[in-house]
Nanobody, 125 residues
Framework: QVQPVESGGGSVQAGGSLKLSCEAP????????MGWYRQPPGKERDEERE???????????NYRDSVRGRFTISQGNARNSLYLQKNRLKIEDTGVYYC???????????????WGQGTQVNVSS
C-alpha cells in the first residue's frame, strides 16, 4: 500500500497563493490517476472530504466549481508527483488538504484509496 506524502501547506492571507506538493513513490496507477481533497474545519470523517481537483493518467482534469480558475493541478514527468497551485485564496479554502491515489470501484467510478497524512492550509482575512 502506497501512502502519498503532502507538503506545502501553511498560513496565508486571502488573495495570496500556495503550492501544494505530493509525492507517491512506487505507486502503480490505474487510469483514474490522482487527486486533491479538502477536509473542511470541523469535519472529521473521511467521508466529509471534498474533492478539489483530479487528474487522470490520460491527462483529463476536473475541478470543483469553487476553485476553477484559481487552482491548477499538475503532475511531474514521472506522474508520481502531484501539485496544486492555489491562487487568489479565499477564507473558505481553509482546511486540511489530502492527496490521494484514485482507483476504479465496482461501479466503475474513480474513488480515492490511498490517502496521505494531509497538509493544513489556513487562509485569513
Amino acid at each position: 500500500q502506497v501512502q502519498p506524502v503532502e507538503s506545502g501547506g501553511g498560513s496565508v492571507q486571502a488573495g495570496g497563493s500556495l503550492k501544494l506538493s505530493c509525492e507517491a513513490p512506487g505507486v502503480i496507477f490505474s487510469g483514474c490517476g490522482m487527486g486533491w481533497y479538502r477536509q473542511p474545519p470541523g469535519k472529521e470523517r473521511d467521508e466529509e472530504r471534498e474533492e478539489v481537483s483530479t487528474i487522470s493518467t490520460s491527462g483529463n482534469i476536473n475541478y470543483r466549481d469553487s476553485v476553477r480558475g484559481r487552482f491548477t493541478i499538475s503532475q511531474g514527468n514521472a506522474r508520481n508527483s502531484l501539485y496544486l497551485q492555489k491562487n487568489r485564496l479565499k477564507i473558505e479554502d481553509t482546511g486540511v488538504y489530502y492527496c490521494a491515489v484514485l482507483v476504479e470501484d465496482s461501479g466503475l467510478q474513480c474513488v480515492p484509496e490511498d490517502w496521505g497524512q494531509g497538509t493544513q492550509v489556513n487562509v485569513s482575512s
